[in-house]
């Protein structure tokens, strides 16, 4: 059992940057970012392979987030910067036991609590 605890969230204003760190309790192959606003669906962020050197972004935050992940490969992170309104949600690590990335939810094996990020305007 692997367990995921997320940090980092909070209140910024339009156009700042965040840093949300992840850290896995155990081994994990391809790790995640989803996020999920009040009344909407969960939504894929970004993912990054085991060792670190392949990512994915959602068309959204594409150029403005980076994922990577920590030389012990148990942490995970995720630089938020020109932060907008509309990417206020909770934030949710997760990892699957694959090889393959997959921006669908219901693919990754563990999720964390999440964390909260208001953007505000």
């Known amino acids: 059992q692997v367990q995921l605890v997320e940090s980092g969230g909070g209140l910024v204003q339009v156009g700042g940057s965040l840093r949300l760190s992840c850290a896995a309790s155990?081994?994990?192959?391809?790790m995640g970012w989803f996020r999920q606003d009040s009344g909407k669906e969960r939504e894929f962020v970004a993912a990054?392979?085991?060792?670190?050197?392949?990512?994915y972004y959602a068309d959204s935050v594409k150029g403005r987030f980076t994922i990577s992940r920590g030389n012990a490969k148990n942490t995970m992170f995720l630089q938020m910067n020109s932060l907008k309104p509309e990417d206020t949600a909770v934030y949710y690590c997760?990892?699957?036991?694959?090889?393959?990335?997959?921006?669908?939810?219901?693919?990754?094996?563990?999720w964390g609590q999440g964390t909260q990020v208001t953007v505000s305007s």
């Open positions: 997760a990892a699957r036991v694959s090889r393959y990335y997959s921006t669908n939810s219901q693919d990754y094996d563990y």
């Open positions: 155990g081994r994990t192959f391809t």
């Open positions: 990054i392979n085991w060792s670190g050197d392949a990512t």
